[in-house]
């Protein structure tokens, strides 16, 4: 049974990602001494870089980003 495009969309999303022979070495040590599979480190990282650069993931994340947004911008005012 075919899976309809919203279904897709709901489990996931695949990319085709190349890497190089040293750094996919690099990976797959890691992943073994974790006990961790690649997904599972790539979430990771993806994670860390979207917080790295404070970017939300969700619809409660973003909500909750933007009060805090918000509750800055006030209190600044506020000092001015």
Known sequence: MAATKAEKEEQGR?????FDADT?????ALAR???A????LADEAFRDL???????VGLR???????KSETGKRQTDRRE
């Open 33 to 35: 001494d974790r006990s």
């Open 24 to 28: 996919w070495a690099a990976l797959d």
């Open 50 to 56: 979207l917080h790295k650069h404070q970017r939300p």
């Open 61 to 67: 994340a973003a909500l909750k980003a933007s009060v």
């Open 14 to 18: 695949r990319k085709l990602v190349e």
């Open 37 to 40: 599979s690649f997904q599972e």
